[in-house]
């Protein structure tokens, strides 16, 4: 009878310790998005640096002007033309090529076109109202790299 209580007692602490569902980093990551979202919608950004597999692009992207519209549609504006896109930030929930819950922010354009460079899914480093910067861990085609805008 005592080691079918010490088994009881057992069993029960471990489903009280196996039920906390940890939502403090769910919740931390969901403020995270709110925020951002507030940040690019207030401005204009433009691209300071771009980097895909060891390849500095920031060249071919300094001309042009960011515009992140309420509605995920993305605008990039230069005086080669206007070019449109769409964008989201993500509560990552994980891959098998970036396994972290973190915060994503993800560009989508043509993928033949001129800012088809730009359509990955990246992790936020670091975000604040003046300057966002990104990393694109290894994807799926084996690219990697680094994404940073400025408020114009």
Known sequence: MKRLNCLLLIFAMFFIVSCDTDNDDMELVETEMIALNEILLNSEWRI????????NKTDDLKNYTFIFQSSNELIADSNLGSFNGTWRVSNDNGTEFDPSNDLDFMIFFTPNGKL???????DVISANSAEINLKLEENAEGNSGYLSFVRN
Request: charged share 15%; no cysteine; hydrophobic share 20%.
């Open 48 to 55: 300071t640096s771009f980097t895909e597999n060891g390849q």
């Open 116 to 122: 088809g460079d730009l359509t990955n899914a990246y």
